[in-house]
Nanobody, 123 residues
Framework: QVQLVESGGGLVQAGGSLTLSCVVS????????MGWFRQAPGKEREFVAA????????YYTDSVKGRFAISRENAKNTVYLQMNSLKAEDTAVYYC????????????????WGQGTQVTVSS
């Protein structure tokens, strides 16, 4: 079974930056697509960003385009989410996810989830 462990969350002032990391381990046949989701209190979990197995294709939800960047280092089995110009509305628990393709992640077709890491943006 695949394990995903997020880290890097915390408290940051509006306008600041954070970088989240997700380390994936377990049985895989090839480099899988990875993504990030977030869930704020009382709201549905939403797609944030996805990256293909080779790192050449990325997708972002409109609200984070130009501010967030997803990347990966396959040799380290790690995916990152660099978050810049953070806003209070970015406050949420951020979850790492793995799927068969980046496009699948956009439609919440997720094979495994991480445990989540809290990001709180103060205003």
């Amino acid at each position: 079974q695949v394990q995903l462990v997020e880290s890097g969350g915390g408290l940051v002032q509006a306008g600041g930056s954070l970088t989240l990391s997700c380390v994936v381990s377990g049985r895989t046949f090839s480099s899988a697509a990875m993504g990030w989701f977030r869930q704020a209190p009382g709201k549905e979990r939403e797609f944030v960003a996805a990256i293909s197995g080779g790192g050449t294709i990325t997708y972002y939800t409109d609200s984070v385009k130009g501010r967030f960047a997803i990347s990966r280092e396959n040799a380290k089995n790690t995916v990152y989410l660099q978050m810049n110009s953070l806003k209070a509305e970015d406050t949420a628990v951020y979850y790492c996810a793995v799927s068969i393709s980046a496009a699948s992640l956009k439609t919440h077709r997720v094979n495994d989830w991480g445990q989540g890491t809290q990001v709180t943006v103060s205003s």
